[in-house]
């Protein structure tokens, strides 16, 4: 069974201290790795997609890399508008529904 | 469009009531998705839409009914639900349920928040 974990569940920063977030997986077989910034009483915003080992992605102060066992999320610099949930997630290798499996998240709360 | 939205953004119904949320998108996506998500939880699947066709129904109990009346639309009737029911339900949509399809593709509406008293 796919499983995906997510360190740590809450990080506080102060504005301008840069941090990591950490998301392990355990699956069949990886078909890509997605990432999310989910704001209090919203949707999911999708970030990135990473498909294979090495493969890194950025935006603004967000960086986005996977290892075969682990995904991380640099945030740079932050500010307090990056206050939020990120969460990642795995498709699983069976073709039906597409249904994703998400680790539970890593609230981040960046204080000016 | 590049939207998934979702109606209405909030609401509160007694343990009696019948209600419907809706979702709708117009990006041609033909996979679409009832999740539900407890507060400092992540999402968690409901059901699963694939070509307006029941394709995952993920043991939800029998108050809540799914239907996709067309490509675009998706509606979950809510029935005798039950203060634990409570939660934010999102709505999400892929180009495809096929593997490949849905690459990086999901797309969430910013949900319905569900109150049942």
């Known amino acids: 069974e796919d499983q995906v974990t997510q360190s740590p569940e809450a990080l506080r920063l102060q504005e301008g201290e840069s941090s990591s977030l950490n998301c392990s997986y355990t699956?069949?077989?990886?078909?890509?790795l997605f990432w999310y910034r989910q704001d209090p009483g919203k949707g999911p915003e999708f970030l990135f997609t990473?498909?294979?080992a090495g493969e890194e992605k950025e935006k603004e102060r967000l960086k986005a890399t996977l290892t075969k066992k682990e995904s991380f999320l640099h945030i740079t610099a932050p500010k307090p508008e990056d206050s939020a949930t990120y969460l990642c997630?795995?498709?699983?290798?069976?073709?039906?529904?597409?249904?994703?499996?998400f680790g539970g998240g890593t609230r981040v709360l960046v204080k000016p | 469009d590049t939207e998934v939205t979702q109606t209405p953004k909030h609401l509160v119904m007694g343990m009696t009531n019948k209600k419907s949320l809706k979702c709708e998108q117009h990006?041609?996506?033909?996979?679409m998705y009832w999740y539900k998500q407890k507060a400092k939880k992540p999402p968690e699947l409901m059901f699963v839409?694939?070509?307006?066709?029941?394709?995952i129904n993920e043991s939800v109990p029998s108050r809540f009914s799914p239907e996709c009346p067309n490509s675009s639309l998706l509606n979950l009737h809510l029935h005798a639900l039950q203060p634990e029911d409570s939660a934010l339900y999102l709505c999400?949509?892929?180009?495809?349920?096929?593997?490949?399809?849905?690459?990086?593709?999901?797309?969430f509406g910013s949900g319905t928040r569900l109150t049942v008293v």
């Open positions: 997630a795995v498709p699983p290798i069976k073709a039906a529904g597409n249904k994703l499996t």
């Open positions: 839409y694939s070509y307006e066709k029941l394709s």
């Open positions: 990006m041609g996506h033909r996979a």
């Open positions: 699956v069949s077989g990886l078909r890509g």
């Open positions: 999400a949509s892929t180009p495809g349920p096929i593997r490949g399809q849905g690459r990086g593709s999901y797309t």
């Open positions: 990473l498909y294979s």
